[in-house]
């Protein structure tokens, strides 16, 4: 019997790995894409199921496209899709920020997404059968100082992910955009932070963050409802955050 097969962007690390812990553990064989080969190849040998490992980088699209020519018959029409590869750089007000930190999100978040989703959307609607999880953020919902571009990023996976969800109506095909808050252990802060350890770890400082496990779950959750059922929409924090409110600049 073929079992299922899930696709997940940025599995390396994160909640990409957890993701495909989680996934590996419900029977779903697995296409893990990351640009760190070492690590996709450490992670595949500690689960037991068939992976095959895409390295490359996913702004790379011909890179993508060769990958996906040249991937096993058996891995070619993946049930589930995670579209988890994404990244926040720099946490200045808007006036100050690097152009190229905005330019490498606008493409890592957006345009690879949606590059690689136009690919493997055509082989779930000839299947009649799908399940597209995009990770949004809670900062495309609530505005932050800081999160100017990242924020609108997120903004617009979660408007994609509706306008994916409104164009397969009447087959049997799901999407779900996934809006986590604040999560440790993963190199989210590490990288938005430019490589600066004090500064990420100071993020995390005396709150409890959710965990990449924490998302898996919710992943897991999503997918594993029947297939009548779409969660739309999953917006989780960890308990020691919360939206802040309105603000107001007093003299
Ligand atoms: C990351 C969540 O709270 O750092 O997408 O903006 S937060």
Redesign the pocket.
């Known amino acids: 019997m073929t079992s299922k097969t899930a696709f997940i962007t940025g599995a390396s690390v994160g909640i990409g790995r957890a993701t495909a812990n989680v996934l590996a553990d419900q029977g779903y064989q697995l296409v893990l894409l990351a640009r760190r080969a070492e690590k996709l190849d450490a992670l595949a040998a500690q689960l037991s199921t068939p992976v095959h490992i895409i390295a490359c980088d996913i702004n790379d699209h011909a890179a993508v496209d060769a990958a996906l020519h040249s991937m096993p018959e058996i891995f070619r029409n993946p049930d589930v899709l995670v579209n988890n590869a994404g990244l ?1 750089l720099g946490i200045k007000p808007a006036d100050q920020t690097d152009w190229l930190d905005w330019q490498t999100m606008i493409q890592t978040n957006c345009l690879s997404l949606a590059y690689l989703t136009r690919k493997i959307l055509p082989s779930m609607v000839e299947r009649n059968q799908g399940h597209i999880i995009n990770l949004g ?3 495309g919902r609530y505005p ?1 100082q800081g ?1 100017n571009v ?2 609108a990023t ?1 903004a617009f996976v979660e408007q994609f992910s509706r306008n994916l969800r409104t164009d397969v109506l009447g087959k049997q095909i799901r999407v779900t955009n996934l809006s ?4 440790g252990n993963t190199e ?2 590490l990288v938005r932070l430019h490589g600066d350890e004090s500064a990420a770890n100071a ?1 995390y400082d005396s709150c409890q963050a959710l965990t990449p496990e924490d998302i898996a779950e919710c992943i897991r959750w999503a997918v594993t409802l029947p297939a009548h059922v779409n969660i739309n929409e999953i917006e989780v924090m960890p308990t020691c ?1 919360a939206a802040g409110g309105l603000a107001i600049a007093r003299d």
């Open positions: 926040a953020s809670i900062a932050y999160g990242y924020g997120k986590p808050g604040i999560i989210f802060s993020v955050q």
